[in-house]
């Protein structure tokens, strides 16, 4: 059974409430249309997103609200993961965000066991994870898909790259990536599926983008494997032409030491690297400085609407954009779906510009 993420509130007689988040993505603000309408005239009328992460954990997004979201009493620029009791402020509306693990079965010997009547609406019990059968399956390429996105030129629109992207398409498994690995983590099967997805795109898309750089994503809990470093010495043994950009995931991004012993390790098999939702939470300055990466993707909270932004906004993104350049390495804008956006983004200098404007993921089998 998965585990039930929940938001608390104190009101003014010091009494608890809660708000379960009974699904994803989770809409707060002022507005009664939003799943958690609260109204208090610090809220904008969108206020802030929750979505699932493919860490497993809850990605608050700021939704360019008038009064600001903070976790622990700081301010974010954008989105950031959320962990277990972490202290949420939308304006001046204070929550904690807490989870309810799945309740263990005590045991009854049967002698002592009883038939008893039970209310209507009883909540029945999760312990088999439904389509465990078919998702094994996918892990062993039945039914494994995938897609790729074009990586456009600021300037140009021309394309620059592909990101290569994991989809299902068993009739009997969500397509969406995110519910995968949500399925794959009730499993501890995350870094299985990682690799299914990687191994898919290479085999089936990459021949087909000859001479374009291939960007592939890792889970976290393969990073720093050596398994995960052995397979790309293996790719790049058999495909020694391959440009292959290995997104680092954000929540991977935590020890410098371990990061400049990666990249000198991808330096020495011909593989470049790019951080994933740079600007999520932390900024990641220290190991961006001790370890720059090749490409640096904002995170989408930062650039999302950023034509409507605050002056304040601009230049925390701006800065960030100046910084990731003087260090050597390519800002890449993602999540851009209308050009007032990537006018705001070449106009900070961003280099690369990927989303729905300039294009649509492309199912393999129309590549």
């Avoid at 950031?80 to 263990?104: M, S, W, Y």
């Avoid at 002698?111 to 019990?125: F, H, I, K, Y």
């Avoid at 490409?295 to 701006?318: E, N, T, W, Y």
């Avoid at 705001?344 to 294009?359: A, E, H, N, P």
Wanted: hydrophobic share 40%; net charge negative.
């Amino acid at each position: 059974m998965e585990r039930q993420w929940f938001l608390e509130s104190i009101s003014a007689d010091g009494s608890h409430v809660t708000y379960n988040i009974t699904h994803l993505p989770f809409r707060i603000g002022r507005d009664p249309e939003n799943d958690l309408a609260v109204a208090t005239l610090g809220l904008s009328r969108h206020h802030a997103l929750l979505t699932p992460d493919i860490s497993g954990r809850i990605r608050l997004t700021d939704l360019n609200s008038t009064n600001g979201s903070f976790v622990s009493r700081r301010r974010i620029e954008g989105s950031c993961l959320l962990d277990e009791n972490d202290i949420v402020h939308f304006g001046t509306a204070e929550f904690r965000l807490r989870v309810r693990q799945p309740e263990q079965m005590r045991i009854v010997p049967a002698n002592e066991m009883r038939t008893m009547l039970v209310p209507n609406g009883m909540n029945l019990s999760e312990y088999f994870v439904p389509n465990e059968a078919e998702f094994l399956d996918l892990l062993q390429g039945q039914g494994m898909s995938g897609a790729a996105q074009p990586i456009v030129h600021a300037q140009t629109s021309e394309i620059f790259a592909y990101e290569l992207l994991g989809r299902a398409n068993h009739p009997l498994l969500p397509i969406s990536p995110i519910r995968l690995f949500e399925l794959a983590n009730a499993l501890d099967r995350e870094v299985e599926l990682s690799v299914a997805f990687r191994k898919f795109g290479i085999a089936s898309i990459a021949p087909r983008l000859k001479g374009f750089p291939l960007f592939a994503n890792t889970h976290p809990k393969e990073t720093f494997s050596e398994d995960f470093f052995t397979s790309l010495v293996k790719l790049r043994t058999q495909m020694p032409d391959l440009d292959l950009v290995i997104e680092i995931h954000e929540t991977a991004v935590t020890e410098s030491t371990r990061l400049i012993e990666l990249a000198t390790r991808f330096r020495d098999i011909g593989v470049r690297f790019a951080y994933d939702d740079f600007g999520a939470g932390q900024a990641r300055l220290n190991e961006l400085g001790e370890a720059p990466a090749h490409f640096v993707k904002f995170d989408m909270g930062l650039v999302h609407d950023i034509h409507l932004a605050s002056p304040r906004k601009h230049r925390v993104v701006s800065d960030l954009v100046k910084l990731v350049l003087d260090l050597g390495s390519v800002p890449l804008a993602e999540g851009i779906e209308m050009e007032a956006e990537a006018q705001i983004c070449r106009d900070m200098g961003f280099q690369l510009i990927q989303g729905f404007l300039t294009g649509r993921p492309i199912p393999a089998d129309q590549l």
